[in-house]
């Protein structure tokens, strides 16, 4: 690469502490939100996960006493319901995450090609570290795509827990006398 195409390329220092004020900016709004609505965001998360457990569990009760063409609508309902109530939040904080990520993967390179930049360019991957350990971070749980995988096997083994009992209680039964 040629002088003058990476000239173009690479901000000057004045261009980087304006960039920095931007992120900072853009940081403490993202931060501010994650706070000011932590106690929502946990309570959508506490629902969606609940309520996963209630559609399997009707589910299994519909396909125990074959209803399960009858409850099919209500079912779907509230499993879209309970995926946007889990997934979204999680989303959005992972490519937030992933956009902080690749910034200081950008911050990365020039430090190599232009040393002048870099107690500039130093200050700028410091406030992207920070904000790399504590997005999405909401104090029971981190908003990350990790928490839908952790939401779902937690879900899973209630299920099985739950279906366990109900074999249990269904083979201890006596049998029925006509």
Same mark, same amino acid.
């Given at each position: 690469? =040629?002088e003058?195409s990476?000239?173009k ?6 261009r980087?502490r ?7 900016e853009?940081?403490e709004?993202?931060?501010s ?9 946990? %309570? ?10 209630s559609?399997c ?7 125990l006493?074959? %209803?399960? #063409?009858? =409850?099919a609508p209500?079912v779907v309902?509230f499993?879209?319901? #309970? &995926?946007?109530a ?5 989303? &959005?904080?992972q490519r #937030? ?21 870099q ?11 920070? =904000?790399?350990?504590?997005?999405? =971070?909401?104090?029971l749980l ?12 937690t879900?899973? %083994? ?9 074999? %249990?209680?269904?083979?201890s039964?006596?049998? &029925?006398?006509?």
């Amino acid at each position: 690469m =040629d002088e003058i195409s990476l000239a173009k390329r690479v901000p000057s220092a004045l261009r980087l502490r304006q960039l920095r004020e931007i992120y900072a900016e853009l940081s403490e709004t993202f931060s501010s939100l994650t706070n000011t609505m932590s106690a929502e965001l946990v %309570t959508i998360m506490c629902y969606g996960t609940l309520m996963s457990i209630s559609i399997c569990l009707v589910a299994i009760s519909s396909i125990l006493t074959e %209803t399960i #063409a009858r =409850d099919a609508p209500t079912v779907v309902q509230f499993v879209m319901g #309970a &995926l946007l109530a889990v997934l979204l939040p999680c989303e &959005l904080a992972q490519r #937030a995450l992933n956009a902080a990520h690749q910034m200081q993967g950008l911050l990365l390179r020039p430090q190599l090609q232009l040393p002048a930049l870099q107690p500039e360019l130093g200050l700028f991957r410091e406030s992207v570290g920070r =904000d790399l350990a504590s997005l999405g =971070d909401l104090g029971l749980l981190r908003l990350q795509r990790s928490t839908v995988l952790s939401i779902v096997a937690t879900v899973a %083994t209630y299920i099985i827990v739950m279906v366990q009992f109900l074999v %249990t209680e269904l083979t201890s039964r006596p049998p &029925l006398r006509p």
